[in-house]
């Protein structure tokens, strides 16, 4: 009877589909530099299974008009200092040029060697692309990775956010709960 209860659990096990780990992250985007005036926000989709970034970022009232933008990672201390560029070389694609507001949105292959700059594909993914990626997702984990756009009036970078991890809606809805029950407990102890 035990080995047939045993071997229904691990069938019902085997079927339950395998998830995708999707993290989301968010950043107010503000001014770098002082006397910039830009802000903006960038919304970051990581997909663990599919290996990709999706960004999605919006701004608006830049000092000068757009260059370049990039991911840049990992800096020495959570949401301070500078760093290199990690995403990509250059500026990300398709990223719109010579403009004061925008939008941008697109998705990255993070398991292409040329989604990454060789410089962090060698100093902080030890030369490969598991590494790199690895150490890109810990980046934005920890608070040590960047967002940032560069203007002509800011060439170093104009305005820039480090994202969060944005917790998950079924996250919230179980601090919910428990912030209920702790309620419903203390009003019991009142009575």
């Known amino acids: 009877m035990k080995a ?4 229904l659990l691990a069938l ?17 985007l503000g001014p770098e530099a002082a006397g910039a005036t830009g802000s ?6 990581v997909d663990s299974s599919a290996r990709t970034l999706f960004i999605d970022a919006a701004w608006a009232g830049l000092s ?18 500078t760093v290199g560029v990690a995403v990509t070389p250059g500026t990300l694609p398709g990223f719109p040029v010579g403009v004061q507001s925008g ?3 697109r998705l990255l292959d993070l398991a292409l060697a040329e989604t990454y700059t060789a410089t962090f594909l060698t100093n902080f993914g030890g030369g490969t692309v598991a590494g790199a990626e690895a150490a890109l997702l810990t980046g ?16 170093g970078g104009e305005i820039r956010g480090f994202p969060s991890e944005v917790p998950e809606p079924g996250t919230l809805a179980l601090l919910g709960l428990g912030l209920f029950g702790l309620g419903l407990t203390r009003r ?4």
Do not use: M, W
């Open 140 to 155: 934005l984990l920890t608070g040590k990775a960047y967002f940032n756009i560069h203007t002509t009036a800011f060439p």
């Open 40 to 45: 903006g926000t960038v919304f970051l989709t």
């Open 12 to 28: 019902g096990l085997c079927a339950i589909p395998a998830q995708s780990a999707i993290i989301q992250f968010d950043a107010a």
């Open 188 to 191: 019991r102890v009142a009575c």
């Open 64 to 81: 000068g008009t757009t260059t370049v933008a990039h991911i840049h990672c990992c800096t020495a201390t959570a949401e301070a200092g």
């Open 103 to 105: 939008t941008y949105t």
């Open 4 to 7: 047939r209860i045993l071997g």
